[in-house]
């Protein structure tokens, strides 16, 4: 069966640098990668999404790669903010419908 | 601009209870509407989706069930909530295959 894997513990980094956060997926070949923001009692936001053609996207200080032979996909975040500790998932998807992983937390501390 | 609503925000329940959670979409036409689970401290599980009014796809078997009455609307069902339908209920909308996804503010449900 399709499978998701994010890092489950939680990520702290100092402010000012950059975090990378890992989304592995085992069992089908998404035709694109969505990343969402998560915050404690919300609902997720949409952040980016990358497709299988693309192997690199950009948006202000995020950063997705999307490397389908390794099944992985790198969420970065640069000159990381307090305001940046959330949760992240990822959701690899090749249909309408989206899988979603457990999501990393991040913390960046001040 | 295309906006969700789904309410309530909050709801206390006891075993045995019927559950009805409206998720309303404006802006937009034909979107494909989705409700999701998220159990405390877990990931996201799909539980209902749908492309187009009147059909639905369900994912997961349990005593839940959705409708799509009208375009824009979607509803969440339970004729008997059991405890194990606690957690945080999640509607969304796409406009379609490879657009991300955008959710309603949830629903909190404890059932006691």
Redesign the interface.
Known sequence: SQKIEQNSEALNIQEGKTATLTCNYTNYSP??L?W?RQDP??????LL?I?ENEKEKRKERLKVTFDTTLKQSLFHITASQPADSATY?CAPSG?????????TRLKVLA | SQTIHQWPATLVQPVGSPLSLECTVEGTSNPNLYWYRQAAGRGLQLLFYSVGIGQISSEVPQNLSASRPQDRQFILSSKKLLLSDSGFYLCAWSTGTGYGYTFGSGTRLTVV
């Open positions: 035709a694109y969505q969402y009692g919300r609902g997720p936001v949409f999404l497709r998932l249909t309408y419908k989206y899988i979603f992983g457990t999501g």
